[in-house]
């Protein structure tokens, strides 16, 4: 099968601008969405469509939906998170009738696949490289977004789910991710141990995408197909990018290659990701669609506990002994306790490094101490040994005995772990729940031989309890008999007790039974747990071990937790110790231990060496430099704190100098003040923190302003602090734009900055030919991390600066041409054309409008405040003090937990809580509030409003509600209409009766219990008040439209929404205000008010300039109808704003001057 091509690729081809993308519904959003691709879906999906129309012409059987960054993760850095279920919704109900209009073209079925890109958040790598074991996401959170999106994609009709461009393992657990050319996801896992990590999901296909063109690809497909039985995906770049980010293979050189793997039986389903386009896709199918697809491999290691860290680990039926190494734990290892319970993480390492490096295929780490938080332990410690490649290559095995602390585990592992462990210890119930946990976190499970009964100590209870857990794993949890792993106890022998006397003969027998009779599952047991009675006396313990192993192992035990490094050769064990150790553990002679004790203390004890061999050092100079950015950043982190161990060695040698030539002046200690930012309307930034760290390592001063700065703010913050050198990053195409315009702008304002530019889409010959030219002073591309440093250097070197600059101007001016960008004229629909282009409704067929359950008004006085806490949306609150969470701390209450102002937000939100219950409880704040409903109808572009008992017509209205219509032109293939409020309403003669509601509220004393505070001087007080009262108006008109919907009106009765639905406008029909997008006239409100007599009843005034008091004050009308949403009217005509004066018979100056900010047009 063929699948589509660049979504990306096609959308610049388009040239867009910020006005696109903006649409008429975002025209006044305060953040830049020019790059904000998944938009269009929304605001141009004419666009979109046409794209899909495309692809489907060229023979694509697939086309993705453009959701690549619709995640609420993706879509904060825009300030749309809110949106997040809409675009995708939006997204795949573009494509699915794309697809389907296909299908009844053609007569060839066409599926709709949702893509699910990466977000901008990994799990697995720390965006601080001070602090490795720091993410700004979490599991859950990406639960969470990853499930809002995977909703709306479904409820707009996908047939699949993709999940593509993935670098990190932990974020997808699913098919699709980038690789680079070492084999690697960018995260560092190998293309087999992701395979490994993704197959508990069983998906319908496993492939790669992105990063690679087709040669490049090859190899790394031929391996994921060997390892896998699903189907094979392959959808490469065109080519690799050249100097200026763009892709030059032709379709017919792409169409060659990707031929040739489907010849070679390589792939099931092909297509294009960046560069490519329909003329691709056209070249692929017309290749591709006579070859045999490919057939997967019938056994893919299916006798293999299979397990991955950052590489595969495969335990077969003829694996050797697998060594878990056992000092991670807190209860088995005093310097690992010591360490972590004094909060040294990072030194901790050490001793998880050390067991690899002595032969430790699998990690246990356990956390189990009474005054340790095991989750957030064990949480910190897999991040950390996620940032350290040697340890992170091989599978963690995960020890609790709190299923909350492995749970905490799991969510940090982006490749397969062991759980240990499990039992039915609890029960069945229990037991099975937590099994399925485990499988849905795809890990192997440790199953100890302990039930409701207690530890199991004799052999046939041993084989009972591991044959029960097995029929139920694999009957009732759907488990893979090779992710089982038993553990029927080694229990400590030599204890003086005769009842203990079997133990070690006990495990043995039921071993070999669970091997005979279990087929698939393997065997292991902590190892330490057998010689306990001999603490101390560690050549006593190492021999037993080694013995005990030597004939476990034969009997069928595959792994076990031992202390890696430590463990002899059954051939080397002394003799006489060797005889001593078996008669104990066949407990052929009663005397056993008291013949081990004497031999200890008669013999000194002794021990191995283990020579430890750095394994990279024999590698390829290739497999050496192996790229992962993992190790990037571990290389920079190690440079940075030399130079902070080197410092005040600098600070004191800087003083002496200054002391021997009678200076007294400070000097400044670092290089220079380097300012860096990525670009407007771009989000990515891993290269430029990178090169900010490198650079902040060699003593350069370095301000990261962060992701899409814009360019005012980039240049003021660098005239602020003096900067020697700006630096921009960017990695999509649009960004090389924004590059251009910051070169202008510092010429216009005649800065000599140096103006430093890198970043994936950037190359030296775009610098040349596009940014140079607009600025004067030196412009340099800068490839990457590495180069910075020398760059800056000559830069800033009086010696070197000069000729520097010269040398690269004469290098750009060679390689100088000329190209440009257009610019298109926004236009606007003639009124008739907009109405005629308006939401047409076919009344008749639609459900019947439901009748409020009374007509008239209703007041509600001193409303009980208690009930609108839980409505309060505290998001707003925060943004009074300027409080704003980083993602993916933003918002109520994850705000808390934000370094830079989650300890301010929680003294700010407790005070609030002091004072809100103090206002309630005293009376000082009180809530009134009023709502009504009418009959109504609908004439054109206003509403018409009725007497509860008059026969509506044209020509008997008690009052009437003004409409403005959408009049900028959308593409003209947008399905999209040109809305109005009065869209939403039955008109006048359909044959249907409709209704309308209004409200206002408010919430009274604010203002009297600000002037306490502001007589006492207290300015937080008062603002304090002022704020609460706000969110309590607020959450007023959230509970309030909920009562209408389900109760009051009731044409929503069996909706089931939680606050935060309600918050991101989740309901059925709208209550829009005057004033405000849908309807920005501020005059409505007096219709309002005369029509309720709002003023009488609540006490709510409306000023001369039509404000609200008291200010904590919300008003609007009600609409039920289904299809009733918000919009923005956008600019209008002069032609619209006089038909709307005549219609409300009020000059066009004052209609005008109520209307400016919604004038196409200039006024005199």
């Known amino acids: 099968m063929v699948l589509d091509g660049g979504m990306g690729t096609m959308i610049q081809q388009r040239k867009l601008q910020e006005d696109h993308f903006r649409g008429t519904e975002f025209k006044d959003h305060p953040r830049s969405l020019k790059g904000n691709n998944d938009l269009l879906s929304i605001t141009q999906p004419e666009v979109i469509y046409s794209i899909h129309k495309e692809y489907l012409l060229a023979g694509a059987d697939i086309i993705e939906t453009n959701t690549f960054s619709s995640t609420r993760v993706a879509q904060a850095d825009y300030g749309l998170e809110d949106l997040a279920y809409r675009l995708n919704k939006a997204s795949a109900e573009v494509a699915r009738k794309a697809a389907d209009e296909s299908v009844l073209l053609t007569g060839v079925k066409r599926y709709v696949a949702g893509a699910v890109g990466p977000t901008n958040r990994t799990l697995s790598v720390s965006p601080s490289v001070e602090r490795p074991d720091f993410r700004n996401i979490t599991f859950d959170e990406l639960v969470e977004a990853y499930s809002e999106q995977i909703q709306g994609l479904l409820d707009g009709g996908c047939d699949i789910l993709l999940v593509e461009t993935i670098f990190d393992t932990a974020n997808a657990k699913i098919s699709g991710t980038i690789v680079d050319k070492s084999g ?40 994921i197909g060997r390892n896998t039985n699903a189907f094979v995906l392959c959808y490469p770049n065109a080519g690799l990018p050249n100097t200026f980010g763009d892709y030059d293979e032709t379709p017919e050189t792409m169409a060659s290659h990707i031929k040739e793997f489907a010849l070679d039986g390589l792939v099931n389903i092909v297509g294009g990701c960046c560069g490519t386009t329909p003329h691709h896709i056209r070249a692929i199918s017309e290749s591709v669609k006579q070859c045999k697809a490919r057939c997967a491999p019938t056994d893919v290691f299916s006798n293999f506990l299979l397990l991955s860290g950052l590489e595969p680990f495969r335990i077969g039926p003829y694996t ?67 940032s350290e490649p040697d340890i992170a290559k091989v599978p963690l095995c995960l020890d609790s005995s709190s299923f909350t602390v492995l749970e905490a585990g799991l969510k940090c592992c982006q490749g397969k772990a062991i759980v240990n462990s499990i039992s039915l210890k609890e029960g069945e119930d229990d037991f099975l729940k937590r099994a399925r946990q485990i499988r849905r976190y795809g890990a192997a499970a440790v199953v100890m031989a302990f039930d409701e009964e207690g530890q199991a100590t004799e052999t046939d209870e041993k084989i009972k309890i591991c044959t029960r857990a097995y029929h139920l794993l694999t009957s009732r949890v759907g488990f893979n008999p090779n992710d089982i792993i038993f553990d ?28 005979d009779t279990l087929p698939g599952t393997r065997v292991s047991g902590g190892l330490s747990n057998l010689s306990f009675s001999f603490r101390g006396m560690d050549a006593i313990r190492e021999a037993m071990h080694g013995a005990f192993l030597y004939h476990a192992i034969k009997d069928g035990m595959d792994m076990g937790i031992v202390n890696a490094g430590s463990l002899p050769v059954y051939d080397d064990i002394d003799k006489e110790l060797l005889q001593l150790c078996e008669n104990l553990i066949w407990n052929r002679d009663p005397d056993a231990t008291e013949k081990l004790l004497q031999y200890a203390q008669n013999n000194v004890k002794g021990g191995r060496k283990v020579i430890q061999t750095d394994e990279w050092r024999n590698g390829s100079v290739e497999e050496r430099l192996e790229y992962a950015l993992i190790k990037v950043i571990k290389s920079a982190r190690v440079m940075k704190k030399a130079v902070a161990h080197l410092i005040p060695f600098i600070e004191q040698e800087q003083m002496m100098m200054m002391a021997a030539s009678g200076s007294s002046e400070d000097t400044d200690p670092y290089q220079g003040t380097i300012v860096l930012a990525t670009v407007k309307g771009d989000v990515h930034d891993i290269g430029k923190n990178i090169v900010g760290v490198v650079l902040g390592c060699n003593n350069f001063r370095v301000i990261d302003l962060g992701v899409m700065i814009p360019c005012d703010t980039i240049l003021k913050e660098a005239i602020d602090k003096k900067a020697d050198i700006i630096g921009l990053s960017g990695l999509i195409t649009p960004s090389l734009d924004e590059m251009i315009h910051v070169a202008k702008e510092m010429e216009r304002l005649r800065m000599t900055t140096p103006l430093l530019i890198g970043g994936a ?24 991390a590495s180069r910075s440093v020398v760059v800056c250097s000559q830069l ?44 047409h409704v076919d009344w008749l067929s639609e459900p ?4 409020p359950r009374f007509l008239g008004t209703r007041v509600f006085d001193s409303y009980d405040l208690r009930r609108l806490t839980a409505f309060i949306d505290w998001k707003p609150f925060f943004d009074v003090w300027q409080l704003r969470g980083k993602y993916p701390n933003r918002g109520y209450p994850k705000i808390f937990n934000d370094k830079a102002v989650g300890v301010e937000a929680k003294r700010v939100y407790d005070d609030a809580q002091v004072l809100l219950n103090r206002m309630i409880d005293t009376g000082g704040l009180q809530a009134r509030g009023l709502l009504g409903f009418w009959p109504a109808q609908s004439q054109g572009d206003d509403i018409l409003i009725y007497a509860e008992d008059v026969t509506p017509t044209s020509s008997n209205p008690i009052a009437t509600f003004y409409g403005l219509r959408q009049q900028a032109e959308k593409d003209s293939t947008s399905p999209e209409p040109y809305l109005c409020l ?59 439209h909920a009562r209408v919907r389900k109760e009051l009106w009731g044409y929503s009765m069996e909706e089931e929404l939680e606050v935060r639905d309600l918050h991101r406008l989740r309901y059925t029909g709208i209550r829009p205000a005057a004033g405000y997008p849908s309807q920005p006239d501020h005059t409505e409100k007096r219709t309002m008010w005369h029509l309720a007599g709002i003023q009488q009843k609540t006490g709510i005034n409306l000023t001369e300039s039509l404000a609200m008091t008291p200010a904590a004050a919300v008003s609007g009308l009600y609409f039920s109808n289904p299809r009733s949403r918000y919009f923005a009217v956008g600019k209008i005509s002069q032609e619209q704003v006089e038909d709307y004066a005549k219609r409300k018979n009020i000059p066009v100056r004052e209609a005008e001057r109520w209307l400016g900010p919604n004038l196409a047009y200039d006024t005199v």
């Open 184 to 223: 690697r996801t960018l995260s560092g896992q190998t293309g087999e141990a992701f395979v490994i990590s993704v197959s508990h999901m069983s998906p319908l296909c496993v492939g790669l995408n992105c990063a690679l063109g087709a040669t490049e690809m090859r190899p790394f497909i031929e391996a």
């Open 320 to 386: 050797n002994f697998v060594n878990i190494g056992e000092r991670c734990n807190v209860a088995g290892s005093r310097k690992f306790a010591k360490l972590i319970m004094t909060g040294n993480y990072e030194e901790a390492l050490s001793v998880a490094k050390a067991q690899v490096q002595m032969g430790a295929q699998v990690l246990d780490i356990n956390m189990d101490e009474g005054m340790l938080d095991g989750s957030v332990a064990m949480t910190r410690f897999c991040n950390l040994i996620a």
């Open 488 to 515: 029927p106890n080694i229990l400590t022998i030599g204890t003086g007790m005769t009842e203990h006397s079997m133990y070690a003969v006990n495990f043995i027998r039921a071993t070999r039974a669970i091997k």
């Open 761 to 784: 889409t950037t190359s030296k010959t775009h610098t040349a030919v596009k940014i140079a030219p607009r600025y004067s002073a030196p412009v340099i591309h800068v490839l990457d």
């Open 796 to 839: 800033l070197d009086d010696g070197l600066r000069e000729d520097y600059f010269e040398e690269v101007t004469e290098e750009y001016e060679e390689i100088r041409q000329e190209h440009y960008d257009s610019l298109k004229e926004r236009r606007y629909l003639s009124l008739a054309q907009a109405r005629e282009k308006g939401l």
């Open 848 to 851: 019947t409008p439901v009748r």
């Open 982 to 1040: 009065a869209d939403f309403v039955a008109p006048v003669g359909s044959g249907v009766r409709d209704y309308v509601g209004l409200f206002a509220l408010a919430v009274f004393g604010a203002e009297e219990l600000c002037a306490d505070f502001e007589r006492q001087a207290d300015d937080y007080g008062s603002i304090m008040v002022k704020a609460l009262a706000d969110r309590l108006a607020e959450a007023f008109a959230e509970e309030l």
